[in-house]
């Protein structure tokens, strides 16, 4: 869906007043629904990777980063994943050999390179498949509004610079859920984002959190390809398409075109023509990012640049303690 602006405005204007009865609507039923105990308890530990927000706050390069360290510790991870955009209803073990992003959607293919990846629309069912397949550990991919499933830690993840939008609930604004009850049931929260933006964040009062907060940013994987100074026409359908074109642009990209979508929008062959067409006539490269990439079809993965990026945590050692806690 496209995101209305005042969603990200400080002053919630009168188009998000006017939303406020179906807002607490929304409200009430979220409520409901995560006060229900879990259904399903595994004999495994279940990590969530959340947020409060709607849109991209940087849960996949987290869930990235989580492997990476589960695996360093010698455990056998499985993330778990609605496979949103996907027609699988699951539970089903991701193979890339018969499923595409159609079937599963993008961010199961994507995460696929890094570990297993079981897709379900039923958390239980799905964590139920993980234990059978051998997993030691699931890292859950979003689900922090979801009740289905008993959770050992909860990570929410939020984007510094956007911080919680203008506080307010869907559709008044980009929360799923209230701020201040997200918060209680959250272990541990993640920032990413500039170094000034973490410090405006942390610096308002109405984002007082009194567990332990990690800090990070998303930096360009380095792949070998420069693109200072090159000419750049930049497409994303992700949750925040001008945090990838802040990104071109601080590895020196000059950008001649930027194509926002929605988040897990479809790229149909005549889109990815218009957008080659266009990037030809500019004499400039075709770029879009990782996630993207895993809903493009085959044939044109070679005419488009891809810029992957990947998490750095300034002070995992919370992080870690929290895991080692975990597996005794």
């Known amino acids: 869906m496209k995101e209305p602006g005042f969603w990200w405005s400080s002053d919630r204007g009168w188009q998000s007043h006017a939303l406020s009865p179906l807002a607490a609507l929304w409200t009430w039923q979220t409520a409901r629904r995560v006060a229900r105990p879990p259904e399903v308890t595994e004999g495994i530990p279940v990590i969530c990777v959340g947020n409060l927000t709607i849109g991209g706050t940087g849960k996949t390069p987290t869930v990235i980063a989580l492997l990476d360290m589960l695996t360093a510790r010698g455990k056998r991870a499985f993330v778990l994943s609605r496979g949103y955009g996907g027609t699988e209803a699951g539970p089903v073990l991701v193979d890339l050999a018969r499923h595409t992003a159609h ?33 030691d550990v699931i890292v859950m991919d ?16 939020v984007d510094a610079a956007r911080g919680f939008g203008n506080r307010a609930v869907i559709p008044s604004g980009p929360l799923r859920e209230p701020v201040s009850a997200g918060l209680a049931r959250a272990d541990m929260m993640l920032l990413i984002g500039s170094t000034a933006h973490r410090t405006a964040f942390l610096n308002d009062p109405q984002n007082a959190f009194p567990k332990p907060v990690l800090q990070g940013a998303l ?42 979508f929605a988040d897990h929008a479809p790229f149909s062959d005549t889109i990815l023509q218009r957008l080659t067409t266009e990037a030809t006539s500019k004499h400039a490269q075709l770029v879009t990012t990782e996630k993207d990439a895993a809903r493009l079809p085959a044939s044109w993965l070679s005419h488009i640049r891809v810029l992957p990026v990947r998490l750095h945590i300034d002070d995992p050692e919370p992080l870690g303690t929290a895991l080692d806690r975990m597996f005794g």
């Open 103 to 135: 079937d599963v959607g993008d961010e199961p293919v994507l995460l696929s390179a890094f570990a297993p990846v079981v897709v379900s629309r039923d958390r239980g069912e799905g964590a139920r498949l993980c234990t059978a397949e051998g997993a």
């Open 142 to 157: 979003d689900g922090f509004q979801n009740p289905k499933l008993a959770k050992t830690l909860s990570i929410l993840v």
């Open 219 to 260: 930096t360009p994987l380095q792949t070998g390809i420069s693109f200072k100074d090159r000419k750049v026409v930049a497409f994303a359908g992700i949750g925040n398409p001008q945090k990838f074109f802040d990104t071109l642009r601080a590895e020196g990209a000059h950008l001649v075109g930027t194509h926002g």
